[in-house]
């Protein structure tokens, strides 16, 4: 079974810096774009940013500048560098990655939107 395996987060204080990593575990054929998303209480989920396979990357303009976001292929995982915390990144951090499974021996693929189960990031002032 393929899914995401996030480590990383916890709390810390206002300008100070985090590190989220995320896994794909099982068996892939191609894995396009990787992302993490963030959820604060009482709001949605939004984007913070996005690397492609190509490593060409978006951010969230509220990040912008504080965060990077990076993926090694070959291990199959994606980090977040979070670098000048604020209390309005608190929020549950989501690992998201688009990926092609084969589903026969004929090498059909299937398109699945993977999520992780979330890692709480807590910023106090």
């Known amino acids: 079974q393929v899914q995401l395996v996030e480590s990383g987060g916890g709390s810390v204080q206002e300008g100070g810096s985090l590190r989220l990593s995320c896994s794909v575990s099982g068996s892939v054929f191609r894995i396009n774009d990787m992302g993490w998303y963030r959820q604060a209480p009482g709001k949605e989920r939004e984007l913070v940013a996005v690397i492609s396979s190509g490593r060409s990357s978006n951010y969230a303009d509220s990040v912008k500048g504080r965060f990077t976001i990076s993926r090694d292929n070959a291990k199959k995982t994606v980090s977040l560098q979070m670098n000048s915390l604020k209390p309005e990144d608190t929020a549950v951090y989501y690992c998201?990655?688009?990926?092609?499974?084969?589903?026969?021996?004929?090498?059909?693929?299937?398109?699945?939107?993977?999520w992780g189960k979330g890692t709480l990031v807590t910023v106090s002032s």
């Open positions: 998201n990655a688009a990926v092609q499974v084969a589903v026969n021996v004929e090498g059909a693929l299937r398109n699945l939107d993977l």
